[in-house]
């Protein structure tokens, strides 16, 4: 007999009712024997929930489950979060109750490449400025909108993961000239695709646009920063889309003053939980400046995507419920 469980899915309200009703009415839980609670904010130490009776924790990145969290949550058995990142969960704590992580290792590989293509896009046609001179300027003109073609440029794709494959058959179909950094190299996708793996000081300073698709772990915390962005060929693009902290804040917004960098596309910052409690101080500089465009965090945001993370999560939750947790984090 099925052991019945019961799953809380936090600040779930941005999922909208599309989503409630998809968990709440999901016959893939019903079946294993899982219950469904929709508890409207996100789970940390500040925000405890009175009822604690669940045993499944469903988070998404603004969770972050903290030893604090784990030890206020005396009926927790499992968590997985409903993104490919786990940074926000401590893991050492988690393990210590014997509490497996689970989380959602592809759902957005080729949405997530589209989006750094599209901030790319704006940057090299500057499509937001020539917008904004016909809707708000009422000009029609075109002076001082030239860009520049990517056919022919050299891209540097940091990261070659699932992601970052993406990215490359993407440049591949645009003529663009790759290299990429990884410190696992895929030799047989790279000869497939006609690219070469660097150092990262030489696909610095090679790359016209240089495009982030590493994980974030203490290996790439700060992989560039203000001892090697002064590599980077000068009026090069930077795209980033993984996560903040892989770029040191104070050093790309130095670069993009001085003109080292003629841009960036920024959908993640160091300090986007503080943005997102409504601080914006803390990346007011960087975010002001003219030849930067700042998204808050939406790289992974279309319906298609949407429903594969809830489709996995519902998966990792009827696995676990049957004994089997898939999708473990290590």
């Not at 704590?93 to 949405?111: F, M």
């Not at 409690?277 to 319906?303: E, R, Y």
Request: net charge negative; aromatic share 8%; proline share 4%.
């Amino acid at each position: 007999m099925t052991q019945n469980h019961k799953a809380a899915f936090f600040n779930f309200e941005k999922w909208g009712e599309e989503g409630k009703q998809y968990v709440t009415e999901s016959p893939a839980l019903r079946d294993a024997g899982v219950e469904v609670a929709i508890v409207s904010n996100t789970l940390d130490a500040a925000h405890i929930p009175a009822d604690t009776d669940f045993d499944i924790a469903a988070i998404f990145m603004d969770s972050p489950v903290d030893a604090a969290t784990i030890a206020a949550l005396p009926n927790l058995k499992f968590i997985t979060t409903m993104s490919t990142g786990f940074d926000h969960i401590d893991l050492a704590s988690a393990a210590a109750r014997l509490i497996p992580v689970s989380s959602v290792p592809a759902y957005g590989e080729n949405t997530v490449a589209e989006f750094a293509f599209a901030l790319i896009l704006a940057l090299s046609r500057k499509i937001r400025e020539a917008n904004a001179r016909v809707r708000d300027e009422h000009r029609f003109e075109t002076d001082g909108l030239r860009g520049f073609d990517l056919a022919g440029k050299t891209i540097g794709v940091v990261g070659t993961g699932r992601i970052g494959k993406h990215a490359v058959r993407m440049a591949k179909g645009f003529g663009m000239n790759i290299v990429a950094y990884d410190v696992y190299h895929d030799d047989a996708f790279a000869a497939e695709m006609g690219f070469s793996y660097l150092e990262l000081t030489d696909l610095l300073a090679q790359s016209d646009i240089i495009t982030i698709h590493a994980p974030y772990m203490p290996s790439t915390h700060h992989l560039i920063n203000s001892g090697n962005i002064g590599l980077v060929k000068p009026g090069a693009i930077l795209i980033n889309t993984a996560r903040g902290a892989i770029v040191e804040t104070a050093a790309l917004t130095a670069a993009l003053k001085s003109g080292r960098l003629g841009g960036a596309g920024i959908d993640v910052l160091e300090e986007e939980a503080a943005m997102k409690a409504g601080d914006m101080s803390l990346d007011a500089d960087l975010v002001q400046l003219p030849n930067v465009i700042v998204t808050p965090h939406n790289a992974f945001n279309t319906k298609e995507a949407y429903f594969r993370i809830l489709d996995t999560t519902i998966e990792n939750i009827v696995a676990f419920a049957k004994g089997a947790p898939t999708n473990l984090v290590k």
